[in-house]
């Protein structure tokens, strides 16, 4: 069975300082990652996802993703943190042999302070 | 504008009457899905549709039925809801099954009491 762990449940950051929101996962097979951020009482948005090729992707709002296959990780990244960050983000993994069935992290809730 | 929209955004319900929450997209896409979402477990799927009149269990399917009859549209149905169903419900869509990017819905609240 294929997993996702976002081993924080909050980030805290002060805005124009970078941020990490880690992200491990468990599949069988070469796996599609993906970040999607919630902002409150809205729906979630797609940020970037990891297919394949180079291991660091871009993705929206700047933000930006690496994928470790060493270390099973695909933490999320951003250079400089904007108070606007602050949203729920979830990390989430659909190993290529597990059909469509696309699994979700806990969420890690970041925190941006001026 | 693109979008997949869910009726109703809130709703408090007594245990046992049955609800409908209704799910659209406008993008002519193959596949929906409904989520849930509960404090510490992420999303986990019920039930997604790889296109009309095909319909499949996700991780957490009992007490929810599902239909697609139409392409656009892709009801939950909650034939006699339970108190452990209190959640948040997600519908997305996406063009294809093996699609990788999912277009989410803005929620649904529901309360059962």
């Known amino acids: 069975a294929q997993s996702v762990a976002q081993p924080e449940d909050q980030v805290n950051v002060a805005e124009g300082n970078p941020l990490t929101v880690k992200c491990t996962y468990s599949v069988s097979g070469n796996p599609y990652l993906f970040w999607y951020v919630q902002y409150p009482n809205r729906g979630l948005q797609f940020l970037l996802k990891?297919?394949?090729?180079?291991?660091l992707v871009k993705g929206s709002y700047g933000f930006e993703a690496e994928f470790n296959k060493s270390q099973t990780s695909f933490h999320l990244k951003k250079p400089s943190a904007l108070v606007s960050d602050s949203a729920l983000y979830f990390c989430?993994?659909?190993?290529?042999?597990?059909?469509?069935?696309?699994?979700f992290g806990g969420g890690t809730r970041l925190m941006v302070k001026p | 504008e693109a979008q997949v929209t869910q009726n109703p955004r809130y709703l408090i319900t007594v245990t046992g009457k049955k609800l409908t929450v209704t799910c659209s997209q406008n993008m002519n896409h193959e596949y929906m899905s409904w989520y849930r979402q509960d404090p510490g477990l992420g999303l986990r799927q019920i039930y997604y549709?790889?296109?009309?009149?095909?319909?499949d269990k996700g991780d957490v399917p009992e007490g929810y039925k599902v239909s697609r009859k139409e392409k656009r549209n892709f009801p939950l149905i909650l034939e006699s809801p339970s108190p452990n169903q209190t959640s948040l419900y997600f519908c997305?869509?996406?063009?294809?099954?093996?699609?990788?990017?999912?277009?989410f819905g803005p929620g649904t609240r529901l309360t059962v009491t």
């Open positions: 549709s790889m296109n009309v009149e095909v319909t």
């Open positions: 990891y297919i394949t090729g180079d291991n």
């Open positions: 989430a993994v659909n190993g290529n042999n597990a059909g469509n069935m696309l699994t």
């Open positions: 997305a869509s996406k063009r294809r099954m093996d699609s990788y990017e999912q277009y």
